[in-house]
């Protein structure tokens, strides 16, 4: 007789009986849903597994389609692994890392010490195609780390090797692809067909992997330049090679050698030394009477501007504050978003022609009244807090919409300086698994909402596919806009965070719908060693998240 077990299907809300050892790619079949972009993984119990992936008890399963951001990353991982499996084929025994998400793709670096020819990007490019149509199985493999680390000893790929040997695990799974075996943190797909677009092409002196939209699969994100934001990506990775921290297990050696406040030291002097560079060109620059900051969620653009103004008054200017919260029109005037609701991020919840025609007023020598936004009523009223700029003074604007042109279109542009801050996260898993920016600002927005807000791990995760849809509408279309981009990530911060993130990620409760996300960023702290957080000194603008800061918030 056929055993049977129980599967709660939640895309169809019907329950299924299901022959027990079934993988989730034949249940998927057997339960005949469609999906135009999927499945590429699936939800079982909460946690995110691959389609080849067996079921032996009764579970709640989900199957993920590229609409969602785990079978996004299932998607953009197996590229991965086609690209170095094509570049391995075509280029023997030569090293490839897969590093800055740039102009809605992966800059890829093929480590052949030159830059890379056209025909080599598109005799790659073919090869790749060629491994999509051949229908080749991707094949799971677990075994002893040990075993895992001699497999990629024999290929010479020493940063697995030293990630590998770092995490303290038993048992390790990698992947095979037609004889070419690789790591990857996160599922894959199950064969090389179930890719139905990509793009590669010539970037700079490597090339850019270019991936589908999230919100329309069947289009590729659109190719445009953000020269400046690799700049600040390239400028890092040089400084991380001159210390020769790349990798999290280049971090997790420095840590266990007993060499943690060292690094601290020096990244935190890099840092102030690039705010204090950013001062002077303020400083050089006679005409500039209004410094505009703008970053997405926990950037740490609030202690980016304390440190600046500290700066600037070493450069003999006097920073004078103005908070755009205070220039939100009366709230029955808010735009209202796509269902109705009022939007409190668009642009134009300001009121922006009174903001610039103060801005104007000041840098004319005229006193104004600053506003004052009363939040319980929703109306904008008079602060009694009148200002008139002197010689020396500088007004520093801080907020999401700081690099909309619209926001200042009434000021002359010599007379602003725009900063771009945020966490470009530049330290890689290994060479082939980048970290995710996003990833590190969500887990200091979860400990900074805990220890200041009282929210949640969960509830901060259920709210952040919202602030990111907010930062990809009013914030990074315009950061290309800035005079200079602020990396404000720390290359030791993932250790710290390690430490204050891991307990409240696992106060997420497993029948909730934000306990996969939670459990994805434990398996990645996982990978890295804790660094105590009282190695941090109290001027560091991680004490924006962390608390004991020696500035007031």
């Not at 469609?34 to 399963?61: C, I, Q, T, W």
């Not at 770092?166 to 004889?179: A, F, H, M, N, Q």
């Not at 020769?244 to 601290?264: E, S, W």
């Not at 430490?499 to 409760?509: F, G, M, R």
Request: proline share 4%; aromatic share 8%.
């Amino acid at each position: 007789m056929k055993q049977e077990l129980q599967i709660r299907c939640k895309n169809n809300k019907k329950t299924e009986n299901i022959s027990i050892g079934s993988s989730l790619s034949e249940i998927f079949d057997e339960i005949n849903l469609k999906m135009d972009f999927g499945p590429v993984s699936a939800k079982v119990n909460n946690k995110v597994e691959g389609l080849n992936y067996r079921v032996y008890h009764n579970k709640d399963v989900e199957f993920l389609d590229l609409y969602s951001s785990s079978g996004m990353r299932a998607y953009t991982r197996t590229l991965f692994f086609i690209l170095c499996k094509a570049a391995n084929d075509i280029f023997k025994n030569v090293g490839m890392v897969i590093d800055i998400p740039v102009s809605n793709g992966y800059y890829c670096d093929l480590q052949l010490g030159r830059p890379l020819a056209e025909d080599e990007v598109k005799a790659i490019k073919e090869r790749m195609q060629q491994v999509i149509d051949a229908a080749m199985p991707i094949r799971r493999r677990e075994c002893t780390t040990e075993e895992a680390v001699r497999v990629f000893n024999e290929v010479g790929d020493k940063e697995k090797v030293k990630l590998l040997s770092s995490t303290g695990r038993l048992y390790t799974v990698y992947y095979d692809l037609d004889g070419y075996k690789d790591y990857y943190y996160g599922t894959l797909l199950t064969n090389t067909s179930q890719i139905h677009l990509f793009d590669l092409v010539k970037y700079y002196d490597g090339m850019l992997l270019r991936i589908p939209l999230s919100s329309d699969p069947s289009k590729l994100g659109e190719l445009i330049r953000q020269d400046k934001l690799f700049e600040i990506f390239t400028e890092h990775h040089k400084w991380q090679d001159i210390i020769g921290i790349r990798t999290i297990g280049d971090l997790n050696k420095v840590v266990d050698d007993g060499n943690a406040m060292g690094l601290i030291n020096v990244a935190e002097a890099l840092q102030e030394k690039k705010i204090s560079h950013i001062a002077e060109m303020i400083a050089e620059r006679k005409n500039v009477r209004v410094v505009l900051i703008a970053g997405p969620s926990s950037s740490g653009k609030t202690t980016t501007c304390k440190r600046l103004s500290i700066q600037l008054i070493v450069n003999g200017l006097k920073p004078v504050g103005i908070s755009l919260d205070d220039y939100f029109v009366d709230r029955e005037k808010t735009p209202r978003d796509e269902n109705g609701n009022m939007d409190y991020e668009h642009v134009e919840a300001l009121n922006i022609p009174l903001l610039n025609q103060q801005l104007n007023a000041l840098m004319a020598g005229e006193e104004v009244e600053l506003p004052k936004y009363n939040f319980q009523t929703g109306k904008s009223e008079k602060s009694g807090r009148k200002l008139r700029l002197k010689g020396n003074e500088v007004l520093v604007v801080e907020g999401i919409h700081a690099l909309n042109p619209m926001l200042t279109a009434q000021i002359p542009e010599e007379s602003k300086f725009r900063v771009y801050a945020s966490a470009l996260t530049t330290i890689l898993l290994d060479n082939h698994n980048y970290v995710p920016t996003t990833d590190n600002r969500l887990l200091r927005r979860i400990i900074r909402d805990y220890k200041y807000r009282g929210v949640s791990a969960q509830e901060t995760i259920r709210r952040w596919p919202s602030v990111r849809a907010g930062e990809n509408k009013w914030i990074f279309p315009f950061q290309e806009n800035a005079d200079v981009m602020f990396n404000t990530a720390m290359l030791f911060e993932l250790g710290v965070i390690k430490s204050q993130a891991e307990p409240l990620l696992e106060l997420v409760p497993e029948d909730c719908d934000e306990y996969s996300e939670a459990y994805r960023l434990l398996k990645f702290l996982r990978y890295i060693r804790p660094i105590p957080n009282r190695q941090v000194p109290p001027s560091s603008l991680l004490r924006e998240f962390l608390g004991g800061s020696s500035f007031k918030y």
